[in-house]
């Protein structure tokens, strides 16, 4: 930061700073976003051990036995 540092009029300081504004407004934007992520991959996680546990008690209530399947005959 020597002889070369430039001087900001109040304009161009203005200008930086509502520029820099924008930008922590688009940083809070996408923090929100990757929260909503988060916790969506956290429901398809419970979504998930929910569906293995409904699957293993369908096949508990089925007993010893498989499931009993008819196909349909094609003409």
Not at 26 to 53: F, P, T, W, Y
């Amino acid at each position: 930061m020597g002889a070369d540092r430039k001087h900001l009029d109040d304009r161009q300081l203005d200008a930086l700073l509502e520029r820099l504004d924008r930008l922590c407004d688009e940083v809070h934007g996408l923090n929100r976003r990757l929260d909503q992520h988060d916790a969506l991959l956290r429901i398809g996680g419970e979504l998930a051990n929910l569906n293995e546990s409904l699957q293993a008690l369908a096949y508990a209530a089925l007993g010893q036995q498989g499931p009993q399947v008819r196909r349909r005959r094609s003409a």
